[in-house]
């Protein structure tokens, strides 16, 4: 199965530095200026020239429409599917709903009802482990999710640290009765 990704608003979060070190790293050639407003990229692969017109700005109108593209010309360059790539490119998505299970429960803090979490959830398509702090109730069903392994539907900000997801700012931590 084929997954497309086709989401406007993870695509937006997808920084264009990020982004313009992917290409480098992986071996795509800056070429020139397109009308200002964006740049050719181009890589050989097999004897076939991939072309990708990568946008100068982030704030431009159809920057997700460009980032759909680039992500479906790496698809076919690189041989590996959409949601792969757009795990390597994500850097943070701002108010993100995840959905998951506790894998882990860190020792407590000792000054409070608070811990480390570490999560199990999907992200671009692919579960993904992700480290959270929770506090009071949300430790406290955090613990009964794990205990019970029940699955859980958890709201934040998720950011991308070294290769790690970590979640911020969680809220709205309910186990999910599915």
Known sequence: ???TVKDSEIL??????QLK???RIHGWNEDQTFLENATLW????????FEILLPNQQNLGDYAARIRETIEILESAENRSQSEILADLITGIPNTTIQGVVMQINTPNGDKLSGEITLLGVITDKLQKIQ????????ILAIKAYQER?????TGDLIKENQNFILKNPRNFTLDDL
């Open 21 to 23: 070190n992917y290409l």
């Open 1 to 3: 199965m084929k997954v």
């Open 12 to 17: 937006e979060t997808v920084n264009l530095n």
């Open 42 to 49: 181009h890589k050989p692969v097999a004897g076939e020239e």
């Open 132 to 139: 959270t702090e929770l506090a009071d109730q949300d430790y």
């Open 150 to 154: 029940l699955p859980f539907i958890c």
